[in-house]
């Protein structure tokens, strides 16, 4: 049993379980109706997003040509981001995650194309330190 963490709107791996949307926003010209379907999520849990404002900060990142700063602000997004993962509603779900993840197969998601890039490598990490079981 385990988590595995995913890019939304990637096929479904063998086992996967039930697929976690950890965005802010659903899919763009995607029909609610075809959100499972088309392998992007069964439950979406905003929960576990960044904030508007972080992830601008994030996705800026992305833009950004110098490197040094690029580094810099994703090390500040990843701090910030920890910090409102960490109040006391969203720590208590990450802990039932990681606790579920030793009886149960399901995966969490994110649109974005680089893991290392994106708020789930932070999400992978809070749940790693939480003991959680992940693939």
């Given at each position: 049993m385990s988590i595995r963490i995913v890019r939304?709107?990637?096929?479904?791996?063998?086992?996967?379980?039930?697929?976690?949307?950890?965005?802010?926003?659903?899919?763009?010209?995607?029909p609610k109706a075809q959100f499972a379907s088309g392998n992007w999520y069964?439950?979406?849990?905003?929960?576990?997003?960044?904030?508007?404002?972080?992830?601008?900060l994030a996705l800026g990142t992305h833009k950004e040509l110098d490197v040094t700063k690029a580094s810099r602000d994703w090390a500040l997004f990843t701090r910030l981001?920890?910090?409102?993962?960490?109040?006391?509603?969203?720590a208590r779900t990450l802990d039932m995650l990681a606790a579920l993840s030793?009886?149960?197969?399901?995966?969490?998601?994110?649109?974005?194309?680089?893991?290392g890039k994106c708020h789930r490598s932070v999400l992978r990490s809070l749940l790693s330190e939480r003991g959680a079981s992940i693939e």
């Amino acid at each position: 049993m385990s988590i595995r963490i995913v890019r939304l709107g990637t096929p479904r791996a063998a086992g996967e379980g039930v697929r976690l949307g950890t965005v802010r926003r659903p899919p763009r010209g995607v029909p609610k109706a075809q959100f499972a379907s088309g392998n992007w999520y069964d439950v979406w849990y905003p929960n576990l997003s960044p904030s508007v404002e972080t992830m601008k900060l994030a996705l800026g990142t992305h833009k950004e040509l110098d490197v040094t700063k690029a580094s810099r602000d994703w090390a500040l997004f990843t701090r910030l981001f920890r910090k409102e993962m960490s109040e006391p509603d969203t720590a208590r779900t990450l802990d039932m995650l990681a606790a579920l993840s030793h009886g149960a197969d399901f995966s969490l998601g994110c649109y974005c194309e680089e893991e290392g890039k994106c708020h789930r490598s932070v999400l992978r990490s809070l749940l790693s330190e939480r003991g959680a079981s992940i693939e």
